[in-house]
């Protein structure tokens, strides 16, 4: 791997204690390209753009996908990524489904660490912020013909973050848009996925929503997913969450949540959830919370289901008894080695790791 570190390092002009999420990009990018049949050694290089033409057949033809991650930095100064070998598998999950060339382990691992290694200053440790990473695979052929591309580049990118959602949100369950069809794209993390979900999330938000839960695209009788997130709903005590399919992510965040629940002795139903079983719940006063997870938000807590017209508020819990708090603090404490991590789920990045290479 070519280390090539920036002469320039902004790092001295950023302020932890002020910042928006996604709007700061520390000093190093990895980079790494595929022709004539193979991936190319990999590069840290200082980050910046990069030159395309409007023939790029990414732009043209849509094969991109990415992953979303975050990397963890302790009282101690320690560095943690959590679970990035499901990322590793996700990402190449993804490309085969777009027809693009499955990116080789120690590309994307070691990329990972020693971009890590060599930016460890970027990732902040104060309570609720961390590293946001974006590793992405997209065509970089110059062509326009309606055929997979030639060539392609592997690409990691980071920004610091911090909460995503500050306070509850409320959601309106779509009863005409989908995210995702059966034989689709869904389950792939296709950047095509999110263009077409920007539009119906617009119109939610003059409704006076934050976000969309989207339905089934046969019948709009099941929830699949909320916004760019896995969905949670407690019924009673019981947590059930849509089954993963070709139409919903196979998401690390939801992964992690049922594992931490289960662990507590809570049950957790993977399967069908139906519409109206959440409204009904609802009238019967059993429908306790509904939440959504994914790695940038961690957990978004809704305030309010909206659906044909209705809205219908949801409980306020005290602290202490809701279970997507609860389980959100057991995930936290684990990423952030405040906890123990009884699944083994955090990967230290040793300091120096980037020179080994």
């Known amino acids: 791997m070519i280390i090539e570190k920036s002469s320039n390092p902004r790092i001295g002009n950023f302020d932890p204690e002020n910042f928006d999420f996604g709007d700061h990009f520390i000093d190093h990018m990895v980079i790494c390209e595929y022709e004539n049949g193979q991936w190319n050694e990999p590069k840290v290089m200082p980050y910046g753009p990069l030159s395309f ?20 930095k302790d009282k101690e ?41 060599v ?34 580049m592997f690409a990691i ?19 005409y848009y989908s995210r995702a069809a059966s034989g689709g794209v869904g389950a792939a993390k296709a950047a095509g996925n999110y263009a077409g979900a920007f539009y119906p999330t617009q119109l939610a938000i003059k409704e006076g929503y934050e976000q969309v839960i989207w339905t089934d695209d046969a019948t709009h009788e099941y929830f699949e997913e909320s916004g760019t997130m896995n969905v949670f709903v407690r019924i009673n005590n019981t947590i059930y969450t849509p089954k993963t399919s070709d139409k919903i992510l196979d998401g690390v965040t939801r992964d992690s949540f049922i594992q931490l629940a289960k662990r507590r002795g809570i049950e957790v139903v993977e399967g069908d959830v139906k519409v109206i079983d959440v409204l009904d719940a609802h009238a019967k006063g059993e429908l306790k919370e ?23 508020e949801l409980p306020k819990l005290p602290e202490g008894e809701s279970y997507a708090m609860l389980l959100k603090k057991d995930l936290v404490d684990i990423q952030t080695n405040v906890a123990e991590d009884p699944f083994g789920w955090r990967v230290k990045v040793e300091e120096g790791f980037a020179e080994t290479l």
């Not at 990415?66 to 963890?72: D, L, N, Q």
């Not at 970089?140 to 309606?146: M, R, V």
């Not at 940038?296 to 809205?311: C, D, M, P």
């Open 119 to 152: 930016d460890r200053a970027w990732i902040p440790s104060a309570e609720g912020t961390s590293l946001y990473i974006r590793p992405l695979i997209f065509a970089t052929e110059e062509a326009l013909k309606a055929r997979i591309s030639n060539k392609y």
């Open 53 to 72: 033409t409007p023939a790029n057949m990414t732009f043209n033809y849509g094969q991109a996908c990415f992953e979303g991650m975050k990397a963890y």
């Open 157 to 175: 990118v980071a920004t610091p973050v911090k909460s995503y959602y500050t306070k509850p949100v409320s959601v309106k369950i779509s009863d």
């Open 290 to 312: 509904v939440w959504g997870v994914g790695t940038a938000v961690v957990t978004s807590v809704f305030e309010a289901l909206g659906y044909k017209g209705e809205k219908y």
């Open 77 to 117: 100064g320690n560095v943690f990524l959590f679970r990035p070998e499901k990322n590793f598998k996700r990402i190449n999950k993804s490309a085969v489904r777009l027809a693009m060339p499955e990116v080789p382990e120690e590309v994307f691992m070691n990329g990972l660490k020693a971009l890590m290694d």
